[in-house]
């Protein structure tokens, strides 16, 4: 929080510190506050005017959409919309992607009836911090993002080491590693055609070991009173190499993508019955796509998603990870090499904060990766 902002909270008597750890002591999260019949925004979920500046993106601007069938196209055409696609979007929709329409059906399921649980039977999973693999809390960053955000989450890290049965909620218990295991296939597949597309091996993304670890967050976000003045999830990219997203048919995602005034315009990500979205965290080739959900403006039903974010072994690995070399050309951003642990921790330090992750790491001299 700024000196200034600190400055006039001091001056109008609010403490927003007191309202945070209030919030969070009360281990009920977002939904703990709808339940006790909130009519208004508390102070520490308000974001500022311009959070809502950028207009809406013209209804001609679309999100791809990736038929991944065996029968849909040849190999050769779906390595090059896939490429396309991750190129100049950076965010796109696949359908016939191989995983379970039941599967993906009851995920949502089981994490609705967790949420909409007792405030009771979900306090023992609440938990600030890493040091548990199943952990429900509002806002990963709530102590040190400007505001706080429409939405609670249950986390939990699937990959490599799954939790035990009974460290899950008996809720999510039959679905949430099989879901992420789910995820991390997809991923591989989607990391395959995106290494076809830039001429290297269909491997050598894969061999990297950038998608061996899987944590799944899953998000609840409950209708909001004054939907206008807050946000389900903050404008942010994501920090993991490859994020698999499933969402249910409320809507209220949205992307940034380029307009014509050069300021960037908000596009709306319709959901697509079946789908399961890709988003990607790039240095240059392709596409990190800036992204942030609405608050809910239902009066009665909560919007859910699942995403299960793809990244190297963050308890074993050690391999540094930078510009694949045989790629580096003029005109586009070069990073050092960085340990998962180094990129994470700063990701985690930072919250969602606007900024990607990767331009902390940024050099000054050009140059082009994956």
């Known amino acids: 929080m700024s000196t200034t902002t600190t400055e006039a909270s001091t001056a109008d008597g609010y403490d ?9 002591d009360t281990k009920a999260g977002v939904k703990g506050l709808v339940d006790a019949g909130v009519t208004s925004v508390p102070a520490i979920f308000r974001h500022p005017p311009e959070s809502f500046s950028l207009p809406q993106a013209a209804a001609t601007t679309t999100i791809p959409v990736i038929d991944l069938g065996a029968s849909s196209s040849s190999r050769e055409e779906l390595v090059r919309r896939v490429g396309a696609a991750a190129e100049m979007a950076g965010f796109f929709q696949v359908v016939n992607h191989g995983v379970a329409g039941d599967l993906l059906d009851e995920t949502l ?15 023992p999973y609440y938990w600030r911090g890493n040091a548990r693999k199943v ?9 040190r993002s400007p505001t706080a955000s429409w939405r609670d989450t249950l986390f939990c890290d699937v990959a490599p080491e799954p939790p035990r049965p009974d460290e899950l909620p008996e809720a999510v218990r039959h679905v949430m590693v099989e879901f992420g295991e789910a995820a991390r296939n997809l991923a591989e597949r989607v990391l395959e055609l995106l290494s076809e597309s830039l001429g290297l ?12 670890g899987v944590g799944v967050a899953s998000n609840y976000y409950p209708p909001c009173p004054e939907p206008h ?28 993508v380029d307009d014509d005034r050069g300021g960037g315009a908000w596009l709306d990500v319709p959901p697509v019955p079946g789908a399961l979205l890709i988003n990607l965290v790039s240095n ?3 596409r990190s ?27 074993r690995s050690t391999r540094l990870y930078g510009p694949i070399r045989e790629l580096v050309s003029s005109g586009y951003p070069l990073y050092r090499d960085i340990t998962i642990h180094e990129y994470l921790a700063h990701f985690l330090n930072k919250g969602l904060d606007g900024r990607p992750t990767l331009d902390y790491f940024r050099l000054q001299q050009p140059g082009a990766c994956y």
């Open 16 to 24: 927003r510190q007191r309202e945070l750890q209030a919030f969070d």
């Open 109 to 123: 399921d089981a994490v609705r009836r967790f949420n909409e649980a007792p405030a009771n039977a979900k306090r």
């Open 135 to 143: 952990r429900f809390s509002s806002n990963f960053d709530l102590f």
């Open 201 to 212: 091996a269909r491997d050598r993304l894969g061999d990297t070991g950038c998608v061996e």
């Open 229 to 256: 003045l807050t946000l389900g999830t903050s404008r942010h990219t994501d920090g993991s190499t490859l994020t698999v997203l499933l969402q249910d048919d409320m809507g209220g995602l949205q992307v940034l």
């Open 284 to 286: 240059g080739k392709f």
């Open 289 to 315: 796509v800036e992204h942030r959900v609405l608050a809910n403006k239902s009066r009665d039903t909560a919007r859910v998603s699942v995403a299960a974010f793809c990244s190297a072994d963050v308890i």
